[in-house]
């Protein structure tokens, strides 16, 4: 079975701008084909079905490197979410999964969840129960005694617990390793402080590549980026640079070790600018119907938000931006799923261009959770995961929010 895509626009994830009038050949769910429009044709079988997305820009699907999907992001506080059943956690999956394959995003990463919940979900997508992005699982994340997500129990104290737990997740289908090495929004956690030594994570950086998995370490506080950076982590989420009174203060010699070592950064922006709320309020406003409490409240919120972002504008003087992948964090808070655009347009509000947004979201997320021999860039021999978006999405970021087609290995699902 053979499948021809023709768009006015592509965007193959290896370059920062688009090409016009552009083909996919595609055979038994990979690549076959890629190039101008009527030299693809030409190359065509007889019985090959035809499809023709019009004015729409062609990309490879986009990846979301960090989600919580057993939580529903409507607001609720981390106590009441966590005081739902693991049953009615893994349909919250369920229902997740659809709303950010809807969203163009065709792989993600599920970055923890209480007990069997992550495994359950992936294990009902493989067999095709339920439809969803590619995924990822790391289970359930490994935290100290008391801290950030104790509540999906594999709390590991000590370079000894660390590696049981390592290894209990990998005999139970972790793809990668998720540690809190800082505490977060559970109650009682200090997001400003470190909660594992280096040597504790040494043990688990050494357990997990002992097994050929990646690790990520949730890293607001300043000291566990540090500690993250000494202990040879892959990827750092989160980044805030944060005091143990609870103050930003970016820190240049930190930021020339992170660019140095090249650990993978996830700064999460939209997670902690509330943006979903600031598009919400901007949008109210732009139909004239923002109420004055409201208007202050936006205000506050763009206020807040710039702190972040220039924490962010000033990192990226030292790192460099192919080591920058965007992450959601959806499920949490108010976070709900099907908006990594979102995280995109803050890229851009950063300082890169649209071109260099996408690529973070496609190519370079694809390398960072090592699936870059399969996904991440439209060429021959790659799984067809793609997304079409109305517009073109290297000169206008907004296009992102605009989707016109997914494909799932070369089969449309949207
Ligand atoms: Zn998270």
Known sequence: MTTLIRAARLADGLSTSSQPNQAVLISDGRILAVGPADTIASQTPPDTETIDLGDATLTPGLIDGHTHLSLAGDGHSYVEMFSESDEMMVLTGAYNLRRHLD??????????????????????????YIAGPRMQ???????????HFHMCNEVADGPDEIRRSVRRLVHEGADYIKIMTSGGGTAGTLPGRASYSVEELHAVVHEAHHFHRLTAAHCRAKESMVRAVAAGIDLMEHAEFLDPDHEMRFDPDLAEKMAECGIWISPTLQAWTNYGRI?????????????PAAASQLQALSDRAEKRLDIMRRMLDYCRIDRIVPGT???????????????????????????EALLSATRISAEAIDMADE???IEPGKIADLAAFKGDPTKDVLALSDVAAVFQAGVRVR
């Open 103 to 128: 969203a163009g995003i065709t792989t993600l990463r599920e970055h923890g969840a209480r007990n069997k919940v992550g495994f359950a979900i992936k294990e009902a997508l493989s067999r095709g």
């Open 137 to 147: 699982v790391s289970g359930r994340p490994i935290t100290c005694s008391g801290g």
């Open 279 to 291: 598009v919400d309020l901007e949008q109210k406003r732009d139909r004239g119907e923002l109420s």
């Open 329 to 355: 964090d959806s499920g949490v808070g108010s976070l709900a799923f099907g908006h990594l655009d979102y995280d995109l347009r803050l890229l851009v509000k950063v300082g890169f261009t649209p071109g």
């Open 375 to 377: 996904l991440g860039t």
